[in-house]
């Protein structure tokens, strides 16, 4: 369901998201990966994007590192092609590959940093891509997560409502599925807090290093280290 999901969005997907946050989700990434490379400490690091979409996390990773003169090995997995078709335009230079972050096809100790933006909630097995995430990671490797989630603020209330009233129609005009919008604060709604999902990652063998929510208090960071 998911795959077909994303599959029927992803032309318009980039758009979609730059619109509705006003840009946002750019600096949310941008934020997310410039604090998660600062635990990274490996001149050749491999670096896998799970639910990579149409490739913005490796772009942004990249880039950062580029300017710090890292070269990285890059790859991207996703379930959907269609979002896999954009990447691959976007950043030509990762091997991505269509999969399953329940079932991800590399070998164990594969990874010095994983990442994970806005894609956790979708996985219908949160608990078993968590293990796989563990496995392909090298000790001490770095995991970041960028997610939504629901804040009590006052400020964090304003945005749900946007979230739950305005993007589905935004979202529904540009892509013929405003179906597609309605799951993003239904899945959000039922998405753990960073605290809860803290506690989910340390009983799997991860330690939290650093979480951070970003403006306006919809979406978090937390970079966490496989211990
Ligand atoms: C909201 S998009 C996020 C894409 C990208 N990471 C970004 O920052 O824009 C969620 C992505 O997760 C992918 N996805 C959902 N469930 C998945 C799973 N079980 N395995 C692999 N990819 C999955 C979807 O196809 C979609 O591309």
Redesign the pocket.
Known sequence: M??E??NSI?KR??LV?RLTTLGL?KRW?RKACEIALTYVDVKKPRIL?????????IMCMRKRLERRGIPAKFYG????ER?LEIAKKKVPFAELKV????EILFPDGSFDLVS????L????DREK?IGEIHRVLKRRGILLI?EFSRSESLLGKLTWFYTRSVVPIIGGILTGNREAYNH?WRSIETFPSPEELSMEFEKRGFKVLTMEWFFPRIAFVMVLEKV
């Open positions: 998911v795959r999901l994303f992803a997907y980039d998201n989700d990434r994007d799970v639910a990579c979409g149409t490739g913005d996390m997995l996703d379930c959907s979002m999969g399953n972050a329940e994970v933006a806005f894609g909630r979708n996985f219908s891509a960028l993003l």
